[in-house]
């Protein structure tokens, strides 16, 4: 296995503009010592120019996680995680977790959102055909128009009852202490995510459920929100979406 973690994040340019994912970063680097090359799956960003809301998902970036183990070439193992999440364990306990020789593993509702995978690439190729191939079995790799729903079929198959611990993903909750304190903190209510990446279509008029859970954000972010919004390094929602 080699010595460094792949993280693939997916995001898109409002989480950037808000700060999710140079928060994200900066909670990885503190938490976990091994080197992580983490690639924000951003719509339009080179490599990820494709698919979108148009083909009915939640967000830009819903289908990307399926096509993971494509972009790592069926090598090696590969984590996924949302922007709205901070890593507060080592990410090393999960790039070791036993996969007991399935294709990979979730956290999540279910293994058809799964929020954060870990990816056996090369197991993956042998669980589906339709996954490594595009519906007319010539179009090169990036040519994903039609093939999303394959792909999340075969990816929700291979995933099914392969469980990661609960602490994974904790939902707007914060565990601190003992065996299943908080692995991954995932803010998942849009309208009380404490950075506000969405202001153009939530008020943000009501306060997340757990404070502390919020405050996480701005700790590993560096600084208080008044000072994000005045920040050098901040990208103006309106230069993010230009």
Not at 40 to 50: A, E, I, N, T, Y
Request: glycine share 6%.
């Amino acid at each position: 296995m080699t010595d460094t973690i792949r993280l693939f994040v997916g995001t898109d340019v409002y989480q950037r503009a808000a700060g999710a994912e140079r928060q994200l970063e900066n909670s990885v680097k503190r938490n976990t010592p091994s080197e992580v090359d983490i690639t924000f799956m951003r719509q339009g960003s080179p490599g990820w120019d494709w698919g979108g809301q148009a083909h009915a998902w939640c967000t830009p970036f819903s289908m990307f996680r399926w096509f993971i183990p494509e972009a790592c070439e069926y090598e090696g193992r590969a984590i996924y995680m949302d922007a709205d999440m901070a890593v507060l364990r080592d990410l090393n306990e999960l790039w070791n977790h036993d996969l007991k020789g399935r294709a990979g593993a979730f956290a999540g509702r279910n293994s058809n959102k799964a929020d954060v995978i870990l990816w056996d690439c090369a197991a993956v190729k042998d669980c589906d055909p339709s996954w490594s191939r595009t519906p007319d079995d010539k179009s090169p790799i990036g040519d994903y128009c039609g093939r999303h729903s394959l792909a999340r079929k075969a990816g929700a198959k291979a995933l099914y009852k392969s469980n990661l611990p609960e602490y994974w993903d904790h939902r707007d909750i914060l565990v601190k202490e003992g065996p299943e304190r908080t692995g991954i903190l995932h803010w998942t209510k849009l309208r009380t995510q404490p950075y506000k990446p969405y202001p153009h279509a939530y008020p943000y008029d009501i306060p997340h459920a757990c404070p502390e859970a919020a405050a996480v954000f701005w700790d590993y972010l560096g600084m208080s929100e008044a000072e994000w919004a005045v920040h050098p390094d901040r990208i103006p929602v309106e230069a993010a979406v230009a």
